[in-house]
């Protein structure tokens, strides 16, 4: 296959961090018995990310850690703020992506996307927004403490007619989350929060299913698509 170096290393990276779907790692296993240049990049990053899988304490979750999870997620309130409330304060949910060892699969997922850039100033934060039933990431957020922000999609999303993406955030102690506006399937935003507080860790973020034009409340109104959790990385 004539692929680029970087789409080389995007499906080396994908291979190994276990995102691809079972149909496309049976058919880069089989294109790695032939293709050394394959086969050397799987395991160059096999290397580069096996010693970040440390940053994750082991945790065996208890049976019953997946059906009351499932539980908690079905009596989600109808309303947004509820819900938002209740996604923020639902420990349980964290902590059983952490159990999963989600969260070192979030940190391989930000490292396998991330290109080198200009220094920015002040601590950087890292964000992976998963489908909250599924867990599955769908996009990354990246931002530094001098309030830039880029948000960027990892796979497509499919969005109903008459509907868009809005993209929101909440820190602690906050009233309500802030909108920091809609986004647009597969695009990539960037973002200046200069009118916000500094960002912090485990400042929440998420995108939500709202009308065509946006909430019309100012808070979200639709399901929460895709839902993360800041994490510090310097």
Do not use: C
Request: charged letters at 20%.
């Amino acid at each position: 296959m004539n692929e680029s170096f970087d789409e080389l290393q995007h499906l080396a990276g994908e291979y190994v961090l276990g995102t691809l779907t079972a149909a496309q790692r049976r058919q880069v296993a089989q294109r790695m018995q032939n293709e050394l240049v394959l086969r050397t990049a799987v395991e160059e990053w096999e290397r580069r990310l096996l010693p970040l899988t440390s940053l994750v304490e082991e945790q065996e979750p208890s049976s019953q850690l997946w059906p009351r999870i499932l539980k908690d997620l079905r009596r989600q309130s109808a309303t947004a703020q509820s819900s938002w409330s209740a996604w923020w304060n639902d420990v349980r949910f964290w902590r059983g992506l952490a159990a999963s060892g989600f969260a070192a699969a979030a940190v391989l997922v930000a490292v396998m996307i991330m290109r080198p850039s200009a220094p920015l100033s002040g601590p950087n934060f890292m964000v992976v927004l998963v489908e909250p039933q599924e867990r599955t990431p769908g996009w990354i957020v990246q931002a530094s403490a001098d309030k830039q922000l880029t948000l960027t999609p990892l796979r497509p999303v499919s969005v109903p007619g008459q509907k868009s993406l809005q993209f929101w955030t909440k820190g602690e102690g906050w009233d309500k989350p802030v909108s920091l506006g809609l986004v647009e399937p597969g695009k990539t935003v960037k973002l200046a929060l200069d009118k916000l507080p500094p960002l912090q860790a485990n400042q929440l973020f998420e995108i939500t299913l709202e009308p065509e034009n946006g909430s019309p409340t100012g808070t979200p109104t639709g399901p929460i698509l895709f839902i993360g959790k800041a994490a510090k990385m310097t």
